[in-house]
């Protein structure tokens, strides 16, 4: 059974891999055989992802590239092409969060969140799935949604909506890329601590999500690696596309 999960001979590429949640799932692929690419906007903090992949004996290198740039992406797929030859995983994980009130947002900070959460994916997708195409083998691509996408939350709402957005663009070319052998899906992680939602997260907010939480803790990064895994092997869930997977202790249940 261990080999349905064998990513021996692939090459995920990780948009957002210097994150808590993309670093934790990068290292999950590396674990499992593939080569991964580390692709951050930050690279010093890349390169240390990378760093822990090669202690722990995987195979990694650090990319630079902003997500909302087409130029910076269609940069590092290049020099990732030179390094690999191809990819065959495509996992995007940036994220970009804001607790400022409806009545309050600003335009300009509604778009810097459309951007990076909803935008850059369509982008990615644009440059790092049309390759995986051209390629003619099987490929799989995991976007990084959020509980918030199908209810949202209080106090995030330009993130909620992104989400939202994020799962319609999953659904969508799940059904666009299928005739290609290209599955498309989507993880909604519940409440993982991370650096975007970590300045929101009171004593009050953390009281309420444990209340609507019936395994009543927090996730852990590492949490997401076996959902990331199942998804990226072509073995394991070579029939699953256009899903939104929930990894939430529960919290997609939860109502009184």
Same mark, same amino acid.
């Given at each position: 059974?261990?080999?349905?999960?064998?990513?021996?001979?692939?090459?995920?590429?990780?948009?957002?891999?210097?994150?808590?949640?993309?670093?934790?799932?990068?290292?999950?692929?590396?674990?499992?055989?593939?080569?991964?690419?580390?692709?951050?906007?930050?690279?010093?903090?890349?390169?240390?992802?990378?760093?822990?992949?090669?202690? /722990?004996?995987?195979?990694?290198?650090?990319?630079?590239?902003?997500?909302?740039?087409?130029?910076?992406?269609?940069?590092?797929?290049?020099?990732?092409?030179?390094?690999?030859?191809?990819?065959?995983?495509?996992?995007?994980?940036?994220?970009?969060?804001?607790?400022?009130?409806?009545?309050?947002?600003?335009?300009?900070?509604?778009?810097?969140?459309?951007?990076?959460?909803?935008?850059?994916?369509?982008?990615?997708?644009?440059?790092?799935?049309?390759?995986?195409?051209?390629?003619?083998?099987?490929?799989?691509?995991?976007?990084?949604?959020?509980?918030?996408?199908?209810?949202?939350?209080?106090?995030?709402?330009?993130?909620?909506?992104?989400?939202?957005?994020?799962?319609?663009?999953?659904?969508?070319?799940?059904?666009?890329?299928?005739?290609?052998?290209?599955?498309?899906?989507?993880?909604?992680?519940?409440?993982?601590?991370?650096?975007?939602?970590?300045?929101?997260?009171?004593?009050?907010?953390? /009281?309420?999500?444990? /209340?609507?939480?019936?395994?009543?803790?927090?996730?852990?990064?590492?949490?997401?690696?076996?959902?990331?895994?199942?998804?990226?092997?072509?073995?394991?869930?070579?029939?699953?596309?256009?899903?939104?997977?929930?990894?939430?202790?529960?919290?997609?249940?939860?109502?009184?």
């Amino acid at each position: 059974m261990t080999n349905l999960f064998d990513l021996t001979g692939k090459t995920a590429v990780v948009i957002g891999g210097n994150s808590v949640l993309g670093s934790a799932i990068s290292k999950g692929f590396a674990e499992q055989g593939a080569k991964v690419a580390i692709v951050g906007r930050n690279l010093d903090k890349a390169k240390e992802v990378v760093k822990v992949i090669e202690r /722990e004996g995987g195979s990694a290198r650090a990319f630079q590239a902003d997500v909302c740039s087409r130029d910076s992406l269609l940069g590092a797929a290049d020099e990732i092409q030179q390094w690999s030859g191809g990819w065959d995983i495509l996992l995007n994980a940036p994220g970009k969060n804001s607790s400022t009130p409806f009545f309050e947002l600003e335009m300009d900070e509604w778009d810097d969140i459309m951007d990076v959460n909803l935008k850059g994916i369509v982008l990615t997708c644009q440059i790092f799935a049309k390759k995986m195409i051209d390629q003619e083998r099987p490929g799989s691509i995991i976007n990084i949604s959020s509980v918030s996408s199908t209810t949202p939350l209080s106090k995030v709402f330009t993130y909620s909506v992104s989400k939202a957005g994020l799962n319609s663009v999953t659904q969508f070319l799940a059904r666009e890329f299928a005739p290609k052998n290209i599955r498309v899906n989507a993880i909604i992680p519940g409440f993982f601590p991370a650096e975007q939602n970590r300045k929101i997260l009171s004593a009050e907010r953390i /009281e309420s999500i444990m /209340e609507h939480t019936p395994m009543n803790r927090f996730g852990t990064p590492e949490e997401l690696q076996g959902a990331a895994v199942w998804l990226a092997s072509e073995k394991a869930s070579s029939f699953v596309t256009g899903t939104l997977i929930r990894v939430d202790g529960g919290f997609g249940s939860m109502t009184i």
